[in-house]
């Protein structure tokens, strides 16, 4: 058993609505009847709280997702959700994702700022750009703009909502009852922002929350994706499949950090895994089959058309996918979609048929699927994390709320019996369970700066 | 006693972060230290909803309040608020305000709509266009719109989320685990919506909320506003400072809303009422004179310069308000704020020094202060709702969390004595406690409009 202080796993709950396997819904494991309750979400951030989780994790986009005729295709505002969740918790992380394309600055910030009070110092942003072209629609634009113009809309919105946190200094509140002086304005100060596609006066109407800003993470693996998120993100969630993939990942993020002057460790890289668990490797190969048997090949086909654009509906199911049919999966960094080249990885390795290429992605849409013990499981997660390809896990049940359940009783147990995971917290915020430093204010010290009050 | 059946109060608690007297947070009673806590506010909710009050109110605006140096400016964003402190009670309505000027209706419709889910049915929306002009410059813009523009982007954006939180019908989810079908997509309509201002194509990404739609209040007096809340409102928050303008305001909206065709009983309306409660009318005096007391010339002239845009600070505070300053205080419906015919009938009726305006809208921003024992208190509640000026109140404490609580103790047991207000709440959702049906989707029946899934 190591030491303590040894370097530790982070581990956080994704959440998905009924669970991360496309079928879960219709298993009878999975409960779809609850996930627009919120006591559904709080029992399961319950959960991952008592194991000692970093985190829980949502997801988002402003537009429906999927195919509701065969999938929970709805789902709730997740900075709303983790609203909740927070009164219902004391310590866990919570994390919601929200698009820099579809929001603007002020109001956005504000909905973190206010996560970051309510739940004392845990709210984490998952900064995207959105995936989804279907969202440009509901915002009156005639097309989702191309990834380079929402990168670096990206990179003025977080400049400005980081401006905006700022705007007052730790200590600009004094509240002295007797002089009735509440605040030093000269300590309440202007955002100014005003960039290409965004212009944010400020001030902010409200103190620094408990964290100073928000965890920042980022799930966007295109170049533009990693340039962005090696300067802004303090964690990244990513998908691989292989240890290859993921340690080239690690390494590039890392290199890409340290070149702009970061300290690399101030950046958590964390994997998707979604564990199918059995007694035996056997059993739990079979509980994988039945999720598998459950979905829809028009539903697979759909979200696979989604990832990558490529329609593969007109093939036999049962025939072999065309080796090159998503391109070259050498190319990991080009700009289109990246969780196209895990798909490109997956056919060129495994040389699958249609359905079982669409097994495969059931599970949790490109994120590695690893059944077994929970003895393998925790062997993959140890080896991951000891051989420089992750700082832990985004956690990926493939059904909710017991597959959580199964893995915080069975696999963190041996995480911890191994030295890689904490048995109790030992922060409050989730800059502390993530061992972030908690940024100081862009004006403090900087009496010359614009001020108003 | 009156019988049970009879027209019931409805009563708000209207939350102000130290307390509606603006110099609240300087009286050893406030908690100015807690107001960006959540316990404060699950506190204050869970006293509201001990005494069986309708809802909980917040104000809100994307733009730094008031000036910081005298007064507790700061805010936390009020729909996420209200979410855990949903988490913290089980029957209360929570009403949180936002701006159509300043956000985009997916964004919000989806805040809205997650509020009402995770409340199971309590949520209420306070529609305004947002008066600070600070506001614009936040967003990008280079001023403030007019209020008719405002007002006209403020119907297409309540159109529009209309259109989105109707756009799955309410048996639109099947969840039919042996078939696969999770949803008839016949059942999910495109929102399509197409105005001047805004474009919203849909469809909305989450089954209709518990509710229907969360509860449309409305809180604007200018003519503009009455036509938006006569055709929208089913709740409109008002401020008025004699029984005779709470009651032309009352005939008013309801001959505007039945000239509409609607039922006038569906538009609750409810005038603000600050109380001072004293054992004895002294009692009361003093403490309001305490507050009084505590207030900064400086900070009360800023205040009435926002509300009236008159600056009144080059005049000896001890010298008469010049009685027309203000302008014709008859001309109670027209374009311009509304509040300043509030405060030009103060000027006109009592004649006050500067000193003593800027005292009287210490108390509540041009709201009615009442001043007295609970007897006194009851007894202008029950004139006010039983003489055509009022179905119910905002009460708006002078300070919290003690002000609530004074008020549920002494005052609420006159009403409930007097048949005017409920011991126990009889429904669960918002809609119930203000006797306000459910609305049906527009779209249910209407197989022939445009669908998507
Ligand atoms: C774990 C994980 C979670 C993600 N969550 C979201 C999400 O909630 N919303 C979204 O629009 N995109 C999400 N993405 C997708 C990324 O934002 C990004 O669009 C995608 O990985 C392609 O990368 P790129 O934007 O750098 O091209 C997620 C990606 C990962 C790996
Ligand atoms: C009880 C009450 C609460 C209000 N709350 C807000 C608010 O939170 N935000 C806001 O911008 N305006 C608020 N207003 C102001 C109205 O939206 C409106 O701007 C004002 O009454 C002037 O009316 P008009 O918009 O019809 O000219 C409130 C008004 C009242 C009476």
Request: proline share 6%.
């Given at each position: 058993?190591s030491?303590?202080?040894?370097?530790?796993?982070?581990l956080?709950?994704?959440?998905?609505?009924?669970?991360?396997?496309?079928?879960?819904?219709?298993?009878?494991?999975?409960?779809?009847?609850?996930?627009?309750?919120?006591?559904?979400?709080?029992?399961?951030?319950?959960?991952?709280?008592?194991?000692?989780?970093?985190?829980?994790?949502?997801?988002?986009?402003?537009?429906?997702?999927?195919?509701?005729?065969?999938?929970?295709?709805?789902?709730?505002?997740?900075?709303?959700?983790?609203?909740?969740?927070?009164?219902?918790?004391?310590?866990?992380?919570?994390?919601?994702?929200?698009s820099?394309?579809?929001?603007?600055?002020?109001?956005?910030?504000?909905?973190?700022?206010?996560?970051?009070?309510?739940?004392?110092?845990?709210?984490?942003?998952?900064?995207?750009?959105?995936?989804?072209?279907a969202?440009?629609?509901?915002?009156?634009?005639?097309?989702?703009p191309?990834?380079?113009?929402?990168?670096?809309?990206?990179?003025?919105?977080?400049?400005?909502?980081?401006?905006?946190?700022?705007?007052?200094?730790?200590d600009?509140?004094?509240?002295?009852?007797?002089s009735?002086?509440?605040?030093?304005?000269?300590?309440?100060?202007r955002?100014?922002?005003?960039?290409?596609?965004?212009?944010?006066?400020?001030?902010?109407?409200a103190?620094?929350?408990?964290?100073?800003?928000?965890?920042l993470?980022?799930?966007?693996?295109?170049?533009d994706?990693?340039?962005?998120?090696?300067?802004?993100?303090?964690?990244?969630?990513?998908?691989?499949?292989?240890?290859?993939?993921?340690?080239?990942?690690?390494?590039?993020?890392?290199?890409?950090?340290?070149?702009?002057?970061?300290?690399?460790?101030?950046?958590?890289?964390?994997?998707?895994?979604?564990?199918?668990?059995g007694?035996?490797?056997?059993?739990?190969?079979?509980?994988?089959?039945?999720?598998?048997?459950?979905?829809?090949?028009?539903?697979?086909?759909?979200?696979?058309?989604?990832?990558?654009?490529v329609?593969?509906?007109?093939?036999?199911?049962?025939?072999?996918?065309?080796?090159d049919?998503?391109?070259?999966?050498?190319?990991?960094t080009?700009?289109k979609?990246?969780?196209?080249?895990?798909?490109?990885?997956?056919?060129?390795?495994?040389?699958?048929?249609?359905?079982?290429?669409?097994?495969?992605?059931?599970?949790?849409?490109g994120?590695?699927?690893?059944?077994?013990?929970?003895?393998?499981?925790?062997?993959?997660?140890?080896?991951?994390?000891?051989?420089?390809?992750?700082?832990?896990?985004?956690?990926?049940?493939?059904?909710?709320?017991?597959?959580?359940?199964?893995f915080?009783?069975?696999?963190?147990?041996?995480?911890?019996?191994?030295?890689?995971?904490?048995?109790?917290?030992?922060?409050?915020?989730?800059?502390?369970?993530?061992?972030?430093?908690?940024?100081?204010?862009?004006?403090?010290?900087?009496?010359?700066?614009?001020?108003?009050?």
């Amino acid at each position: 058993m190591s030491s303590p202080s040894a370097r530790q796993l982070h581990l956080n709950a994704f959440i998905y609505p009924a669970g991360h396997h496309e079928a879960a819904w219709r298993h009878p494991s999975s409960q779809p009847e609850r996930i627009f309750d919120a006591d559904y979400y709080h029992q399961i951030a319950q959960t991952a709280e008592a194991a000692k989780f970093d985190a829980i994790f949502f997801a988002d986009g402003p537009a429906l997702r999927s195919e509701a005729r065969y999938s929970t295709a709805g789902r709730l505002e997740p900075i709303t959700l983790l609203a909740s969740v927070a009164a219902a918790t004391e310590r866990i992380g919570l994390i919601a994702t929200a698009s820099t394309t579809y929001y603007e600055p002020y109001n956005l910030a504000r909905l973190f700022s206010t996560l970051d009070f309510l739940s004392r110092g845990r709210a984490g942003w998952n900064i995207v750009t959105t995936s989804t072209d279907a969202a440009a629609e509901n915002f009156g634009l005639p097309t989702h703009p191309d990834p380079a113009v929402r990168y670096e809309r990206a990179r003025e919105f977080v400049d400005a909502a980081l401006r905006l946190w700022d705007s007052w200094e730790d200590d600009a509140i004094v509240a002295d009852r007797d002089s009735g002086l509440y605040a030093d304005t000269d300590k309440i100060h202007r955002a100014e922002f005003v960039g290409k596609h965004l212009q944010v006066r400020g001030p902010f109407n409200a103190p620094r929350s408990p964290q100073g800003n928000p965890v920042l993470v980022q799930a966007g693996a295109s170049n533009d994706g990693r340039a962005f998120a090696a300067q802004y993100a303090e964690a990244i969630f990513t998908a691989h499949q292989t240890l290859g993939h993921a340690q080239a990942f690690y390494g590039d993020i890392r290199a890409r950090a340290e070149a702009l002057g970061r300290n690399p460790d101030h950046v958590k890289i964390l994997p998707g895994i979604s564990p199918f668990i059995g007694d035996t490797e056997r059993a739990a190969r079979d509980l994988e089959r039945e999720f598998n048997e459950l979905t829809v090949p028009a539903y697979g086909l759909y979200q696979l058309r989604g990832i990558t654009e490529v329609d593969l509906s007109t093939l036999d199911l049962d025939a072999p996918v065309p080796i090159d049919i998503f391109g070259d999966a050498g190319d990991v960094t080009d700009n289109k979609r990246s969780r196209k080249q895990v798909v490109a990885g997956i056919v060129e390795r495994e040389r699958p048929t249609v359905r079982q290429l669409l097994h495969r992605l059931a599970g949790a849409r490109g994120h590695r699927v690893v059944t077994g013990t929970p003895e393998q499981i925790a062997d993959t997660i140890s080896e991951w994390f000891t051989h420089g390809a992750a700082d832990g896990f985004n956690v990926m049940p493939p059904y909710y709320p017991g597959g959580l359940e199964v893995f915080t009783e069975t696999v963190v147990p041996l995480l911890r019996r191994r030295g890689l995971f904490r048995s109790e917290y030992t922060g409050t915020t989730l800059r502390e369970h993530f061992d972030l430093p908690r940024p100081a204010s862009q004006f403090a010290g900087d009496r010359a700066a614009s001020h108003a009050g």
